[in-house]
């Protein structure tokens, strides 16, 4: 994460124009929350990013969710060391009088810097070598299955075999996206670009929606993993509709959302299962709009059509029957809607909150909001295969770099005695259970939409479509 030389004279301007021994206060740091006015506070340090923001890895969002806050901890919990000796004395503006802190602050700066010293960030590249040879002979089976074999039932089963592949292969992804494997930013990125031959879900696009997620887990306005109208919507807050600062419009509850919402805990599982041609569709739509930017472009879409290439290649080898090739692509999706399921349990089941979680002053507030609305799921070692690491989902949350086979011990050995040290809730259930939770919280929201007046709700966007149809 140098800093090129044009970006390096572009932060030398800013450093010139003010001393970096201006004193300020957070108050005055806080008036500076615009994406063209970006201050942000880090171990008592002010840094002005007004003219990074568009060149930040993790896009824009992020900044602009703790802009003019202090965010030490979440950006710690990000960025390796290099970052901050590197990259940011070039924005520093000045120091900040009244850096806020608190115990638990302290120890968990301690734990990250014990953490790096203990090697808990180095990954063990036999976990990942075991996990990479099981793919490799799924996804021979699925070959085998489709193309060999003649029967329908075979071919099934091989349509469940490739959905089991890209379950699997979605944690790899997600490792990747946040450099957790080789935390080196270029190799995971090509790394990446492999997964997205065979995955075909867009690298660039998940990283641009789960960056903010991490950052403001659970916010309404600005957390795009549970903006899901019209289908779903966990929390009455978005009733009155609400503006994304993700999607950059405003989220409305209209008749729609409210027939869809009202049955959402009985179609949970159904409208998962075609969840992943929506990622499709969200990962090109984000690739051919060349206003947002995406790190090497035409790399990931030449990426993306290899996928699409060798699926239209393997759809072929089967009967030319209607029926076989539905009921085929319906079955491999079905069995990978899974992990869509694993990934909403650990928020939906949790608190929706409206703003970005940072407008409090109390040094902890990270961490409480990261205790509030994930969801840790109990299981036991043999079972750690099938979750991927997103069963540790406070500790991931808390240490997203941090290779997924090394959550269980900083489960066990550090999130659990800080959290019981300072009193914070961590919230942990058999899947079973977490399970049962997504669905009791899915029904109260459903029951309430129910009885939400008709007469509140937004339908101004039907209206103007029946106009302009008529």
Not at 8 to 23: D, E, K, L, N, V
Not at 359 to 383: H, I, S
Not at 439 to 464: E, G, H
Request: with cysteine; net charge positive; proline share 5%.
């Amino acid at each position: 994460l140098l800093l090129s030389p044009t970006l390096f004279r572009m932060a030398q301007s800013i450093s010139h124009c003010q001393s970096r021994r201006t004193r300020y206060t957070l108050a005055e740091v806080s008036k500076h929350d615009k994406l063209n006015d970006t201050w942000i506070c880090l171990q008592g340090k002010v840094y002005d990013i007004s003219r990074w923001i568009d060149h930040h890895p993790g896009g824009r969002l992020p900044l602009r969710a703790v802009a003019g806050k202090e965010c030490s901890n979440v950006f710690l919990s990000f960025h390796p060391p290099k970052v901050i000796k590197n990259l940011l004395p070039t924005f520093q503006i000045g120091v900040l009088i009244d850096p806020p802190s608190s115990p638990l602050v302290d120890d968990f700066a301690k734990m990250q810097k014990q953490f790096i010293s203990d090697g808990m960030y180095d990954t063990d590249y036999s976990f990942y070598y075991k996990k990479c040879v099981l793919q490799v002979l799924l996804f021979a089976f699925m070959v085998y299955c489709t193309v060999f074999c003649k029967s329908f039932s075979a071919h099934m089963i091989g349509a469940a075999a490739l959905g089991l592949f890209w379950h699997q292969l979605s944690f790899f992804g997600h490792d990747l996206g946040h450099d957790a494997l080789t935390h080196n930013r270029n190799t995971d990125w090509f790394l990446g670009m492999i997964v997205n031959v065979f995955y075909g879900v867009s690298l660039s696009w998940w990283q641009r929606t789960h960056n903010i997620h991490h950052v403001v887990t659970n916010s309404v306005d600005y957390d795009p993993d549970i903006q899901h109208l019209p289908f779903f919507a966990i929390s009455d807050k978005f009733f009155n509709g609400v503006y994304s600062y993700y999607h950059l419009k405003k989220l409305v509850f209209d008749t729609v959302s409210q027939c869809f919402v009202a049955h959402q805990h009985n179609m949970y599982y159904f409208i998962l299962c075609f969840a992943r041609p929506f990622l499709y569709v969200q990962s090109w739509i984000l690739l051919l709009n060349f206003e947002i930017p995406v790190r090497r472009r035409p790399a990931e879409i030449f990426t993306m059509l290899c996928y699409l290439a060798w699926n239209y290649y393997l759809i072929t080898f089967l009967p030319h029957s209607f029926v076989t090739i539905f009921c085929y692509i319906i079955v491999s999706h079905s069995v990978c809607s899974m992990v869509h399921v694993q990934i909403t349990l650990s928020h939906f089941a949790m608190p929706a909150y409206a703003g970005t979680g940072y407008e409090t002053e109390d040094p902890d507030g990270w961490f409480k909001m990261q205790a509030e609305t994930t969801l840790d799921v109990d299981c036991p070692r043999w079972l750690d295969w099938f979750h991927g690491g997103l069963q540790f989902q406070l500790e991931h949350h808390l240490f997203p770099r941090m290779p997924r086979h090394r959550l269980r011990l900083v489960r066990d050995k550090y999130v659990i005695p800080l959290m019981k040290k300072y009193g914070l809730k961590r919230h942990s259930l058999p899947f079973l259970d977490c399970l049962r939770s997504v669905y009791d919280r899915m029904k109260t929201a459903a029951m309430r939409a129910r009885k939400f007046p008709n007469s509140t709700v937004d339908n101004s966007y039907l209206l103007q479509l029946l106009m302009c149809n008529g």
